[in-house]
């Protein structure tokens, strides 16, 4: 079958002669349909996160229809159109059995501890597969995961509406943050240096907060991951609100433990989403209208067209997707 691979760092290559996945026990077989590239695939792609093995198959941002379900499976249809859940807890561990599968200690990443999506056909378990409506259209696909991650993240933060929120940061997922605010009928505010990521969060209901100087939030959302950034997140918090890291940095960062007690300010990490509550909440979110997950779309490459893809992704204000139709109904499919 095809493949987008990572023949080493930098270098993809899209080839014809990949194996095809089997489907085990308990899994289908997705034919994808769209994929969406994110930052954690760019490090990868530079080598600075680690793949088991070149050459590998990275990406874990997608979706399709289901063409093969494997032995014990019941619930999953040949034709089911779906989007993947892309993090795989183990499903017996502490965490897991409390339903934070974000905290299992063993959960495979696709894309990093499990082949990725960038390939015309992959397996997955199907419990990690979530039927959606058979016209969803395949950017939407492409785009679901991280509305997954964003809507949770406001979700967990209590955000009512008329609260006002600092997103900052806006890349794709600062952007679907604002988005999901946005419609929780809060007011984000956004900071951001990029002019055309800026230019995109203020078409998804967010306001510039560059000019507000001294203003504090009862919800600030950190999404750059960037030290100094952080830092200013941190003094821009209300008393008595909510700090959320959605960024992250391997570096050590200033905080004075006095100021967040005394403001009895929360910093809470949060990462992904859990199995099985997260992606159906979202779900239900974009079947009501209330969520769309394509707002933050900007650029389309044929999966043929990979190499351009990645090329290109840095530049994009907004989100980068794979599209995989010319690739629809080659042999095996
Ligand atoms: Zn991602
Ligand atoms: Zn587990």
Redesign the pocket.
């Known amino acids: 079958m095809k493949a987008i691979t990572l023949v080493s760092p930098r270098e993809i290559s899209v080839v014809d002669d990949w194996p095809e996945p089997e489907c085990g026990p308990g899994e289908v077989i997705v034919q994808m349909r769209g994929v969406g590239l994110c930052g954690t695939d760019l490090a990868a792609f530079d080598g600075k996160a680690a793949v088991p093995a070149f050459p590998w198959i990275i990406g874990h941002e997608g979706g399709g229809d289901i063409v093969r379900v494997g032995a014990d499976v019941s619930d999953r249809a040949v034709g089911d159109r779906v989007v993947i859940e892309p993090n795989i807890?183990?499903?017996?561990?502490a965490?897991?059995a409390a339903g934070r599968?974000s905290l299992?200690?063993?959960?495979l990443s696709v894309g990093f501890g499990m082949s990725g999506l960038l390939a015309e056909r992959v397996a997955i378990p199907a419990d990690y597969t979530w039927v959606v409506d058979r016209s969803t259209p395949d950017v939407a696909l492409a785009c679901f995961e991280p509305l997954v991650v964003a809507h949770n993240a406001v979700r967990r933060a209590g955000v009512r509406p008329g609260d006002d929120a600092l997103v900052v940061g806006a890349g794709s997922v600062g952007q679907l943050i604002c988005h999901a605010l946005a419609q929780a009928g809060a007011q984000p505010w956004v900071t951001e240096p990029h002019p055309g990521r800026m230019q995109l969060a203020l078409t998804l209901g967010a306001k510039a907060a560059q000019d507000r100087d001294g203003v504090l939030y009862p919800f600030v959302f950190e999404t750059s991951g960037v030290k100094p950034v952080w830092e200013n997140a941190l003094t821009s918090v209300a008393k008595g609100g909510l700090l959320s890291l959605v960024g992250f940095t391997r570096e050590p960062v200033e905080l004075v433990p006095m100021d967040v007690v005394r403001n009895q300010i929360t910093i809470r990490g949060h990462l992904i989403y859990d199995h099985p509550a997260d992606f159906p909440a979202t779900l239900e979110a974009v079947r009501a209208g209330t969520l769309v997950a394509e707002q933050a779309v900007q650029a389309r490459y044929s999966a043929d067209d990979a190499v351009a893809a990645f090329a290109a992704v840095r530049e994009v204000p907004g989100k980068t997707w794979i599209d995989f139709s010319d690739w629809y109904g080659t042999p095996g499919g």
């Open positions: 807890g183990c499903g017996h561990c965490a897991c599968s299992c200690e063993t959960r």
